[in-house]
């Protein structure tokens, strides 16, 4: 704070003139004692064009819904709804980017709905969905109808039973090649043609370059040109690239703590990171920001904070983070009370 302490503000007006000060000194970093005036201004995270405004209660749900285990991933299609998945009967919701509710559906896929992508093939859009609990990738109708199902790839040759599958994500390549990841159970990514027809398996088990410790997200990464396969390995607290036949690219390996998913806005690329955070990298790998960052170590990774204890400015497990077409951003917290936050972006690029 440059000095000035608790006692100088108040000093020198009152508290609201001391919110003001305080986060056109360092926004996003105010007390608690602070944070949570009702009518203070709108928390500010982050720095230059990734400076963004922290929207106070953005989900609206009907009455006497909650939105239940917040385990999953966030997308958004070509109208601009915000798709969610939860571990509830409701386990795809769409929103607007207001926060209402448009649809939900999903009652069979309750308890293990996870990863997702929004592809367009023709003039039509799709919803490709992992259900760590099935062994599963579905390829579905934005209105929920189940067009085909993938399981477990037993051409590999990885798995002895069934149960061992666990795919916690999905991309597709610009040239229809399928990517889907067991990060919840052997650690491998596994390749598909098109057609769904097997062709390899990529990392596996171990902290050696191109191994994997939970391949927990997949992003088809533009920000270099040539498109690249990103893997979240988690557990290895790391970002790790391939080329679309698989061959090891390279890694990012600083500035993340246990990164669940990635997302691409023009050559930016955001990490949701359980521990606490979001971080934000430019097309160098390099850190712009980090925002939200949870003070608390109890709190990080912990999916029972009761929600009294949230506060506004800090996350405490993000799951995922998904930009919209205009740069605002959605960010997941892996909570069993459920907690879905909208970052609006108010920095100029």
């Known amino acids: 704070m440059s000095g000035l302490s608790r006692r100088h503000l108040l000093g020198a007006g009152s508290a609201a003139g001391a919110l003001g000060l305080m986060t056109a000194v360092r926004p996003g970093l105010l007390p608690g004692w602070l944070r949570q005036d009702p009518a203070a201004a709108p928390l500010r995270l982050g720095t230059g064009k990734h400076t963004y405004e922290w929207v106070a209660d953005w989900v609206k749900l009907p009455a006497g819904r909650t939105l239940g285990n917040t385990h999953g991933c966030m997308v958004s299609d070509s109208k601009g709804r915000i798709v969610v998945n939860t571990d509830t009967e409701h386990a795809v919701l769409l929103f607007d980017a207001d926060g209402r509710l448009l649809n939900s559906w999903g009652k069979e896929l309750a308890g293990g709905a996870h990863g997702m992508a929004v592809l367009k093939e023709g003039e039509s859009e799709f919803l490709y969905l992992t259900h760590t609990g099935r062994g599963e990738l579905l390829k579905c109708t934005l209105e929920g109808e189940v067009l085909w199902r993938l399981?477990?790839?037993?051409?590999?040759?990885?798995?002895?039973?069934?149960?061992?599958?666990?795919?916690?994500?999905?991309?597709?390549?610009?040239?229809?090649?399928?990517?889907?990841?067991?990060?919840?159970?052997?650690?491998?990514?596994?390749?598909?043609s098109p057609e769904r027809k097997y062709l390899r398996s990529i990392g596996g088990p171990g902290a050696e370059p191109g191994q994997m410790r939970t391949p927990h997200g997949l992003w088809m990464d533009s920000r270099r040109g040539a498109p690249m396969l990103t893997v979240a390995d988690r557990e290895n607290h790391r970002l790790q690239y391939f080329d679309l036949d698989g061959e090891h690219l390279g890694m990012l390996d600083h500035d993340l703590r246990r990164p669940c998913h990635a997302h691409q806005h023009g050559s930016d690329l955001v990490v949701a990171d359980l521990a606490g955070r979001v971080s934000i990298f430019d097309a160098e790998d390099k850190l712009v920001t980090h925002l939200g960052d949870q003070p608390d170590p109890a709190k990080r990774a912990n999916n029972g904070v009761a929600r009294e204890l949230w506060q506004t400015g800090e996350f405490i497990s993000p799951h995922c983070a998904h930009w919209d077409a205009s740069g605002d951003l959605y960010v997941m917290d892996w909570l069993s009370a459920g907690r879905l936050t909208k970052l609006r972006r108010v920095g100029i690029s």
Request: hydrophobic fraction near 30%.
């Open 151 to 192: 399981g477990v790839p037993t051409e590999s040759g990885h798995y002895e039973n069934p149960n061992q599958y666990k795919p916690t994500s999905v991309a597709v390549a610009p040239d229809g090649r399928i990517f889907v990841a067991d990060g919840y159970g052997l650690s491998w990514v596994h390749l598909y």
